[in-house]
């Protein structure tokens, strides 16, 4: 689902409640399949994700954008570089 | 005469047509409504037991059963393969050319592995996502006599999370009982920062691993395979030497999604409201199962709790009645057992709101894996449970 996020467009990935496989996994299947370039919001509950998704992004090469609290929830934005 | 009609006879098709044909009973019976499902094979296959072909003597014809066999007597069966979706018109195109029109569409159409899609894999890797590989694998074990095997996930979503990690206990179990462990390597690849995506599992996990010598990688998202150096390659970069490559094969959703509009590509995930499991944008278009783009394990389980959802819903419209609400609303549930090898075994069991809490792996658990694969036929797909 594409919508705006902060001042930019995103292709947001809605994991809330997402326990298996988890709001990593659904990025890494969002980001393999986005093209270089494209902006991916993810929504997250699990509040580990604001430690793992930006370890993962930092070892995968890409860029983190901005990790924010939401109400209730955390957002994640990531760009995909390669 | 309304019409209900139903692309897969998987858990999800299978379940929802079985409820339905039930609860509009005297509606079908009187010939105002029509159930019908079309499946490719007429056959149902109970998936979660490939693994048990390599690694539990299970037998391929034990784990299928002609689809007819599963049905209500008020269900339809039509076999035939779903090429073409007209959402405008309302009606679906068989291979063979026939039109079949519908009032209330509910696609279950499920995932399909395509490995072809990375290069080297079908030559170089094994995997246990269908009946033969799960054969190949078991024979590439039988003649295996020692060296470095890898295990990893090509792709994501794929079926089942849990199954990687219980293969790998499941396969160091083996090997330590035919005296060929200490002559192995197990690696183990792991998407994400951790073992499992549930902290708790993966600790427990991370645990056995440990115990029982299974090295493992993090945040190795299999991308490459190299055959003539023998190594597979990751997204992030790093990789990996094998003398057996064990690999999630990709999976993609239905073709015939893609080809309608209704599921983008390359994935053909149906864009799926998690709570009505309508499809989004097409009113009176149901999803579920391994067919929608939700978070969640594609698993039967999930296909299971998922199905009483649509079939109140596609009841309640027939009936020109509001939805049972708490019938209607689907929570994310799910629930599924997790080998840890050495006959033991845990469950996890969560919806959106609440996190799975599994217990110690104990033996209980992995005999109540045995029995629900023992019992399926004559619960689940008939709606029983």
Sequence with gaps: ?82 | MERILILGGGVGGTIVANLVGRKLRHWVDSGQVSVTVVDRLGAHVYQPGFMYITFGGERPERLQRPERSLLDSRVQLVVGEAVAIDTVSRAVRLETGEWLGYEHLVLATGSRIVPQEMEHFEDEAHHFYSAEAALRLRSALDSFTGGRIVIGIAGMPYKCPPAPLEVAFLLEAELRQRGLREDSEIDFCSPIGRAFTIESVSEMATEQMIEKGITLHTFFNVEAIDPERRVVQSLEGEELAYDLLILVPPHRGAQVLIDAGLAPAPGGWLPTDRQTLEVVGQTGVYALGDATDLPLSKAGSTAHFEAPVVAERIAAAVEGRPPEELQATYNGRVMCFFEIGDGKGTLLRFDYDHPPEPPRPNRFWHLGKLVFNKTYWHTVPRGRV
């Design chain 1, 1 to 82: 689902m594409i919508e705006q996020v902060g001042n930019q467009t995103a292709h947001v990935v809605d994991a809330r409640g997402s326990y298996c496989p988890g709001p990593l996994m659904e990025l890494i299947r969002t980001i393999r399949a986005a093209p270089v370039g494209e902006v991916i919001c993810v929504r997250s509950t699990d509040r580990g994700s604001r430690v793992d998704i930006p370890k993962w992004v930092e070892k995968a090469g890409h860029r983190l954008v901005d990790v924010a609290e939401r109400d209730g929830f955390d957002e994640i934005v990531v760009e995909k570089t390669h």
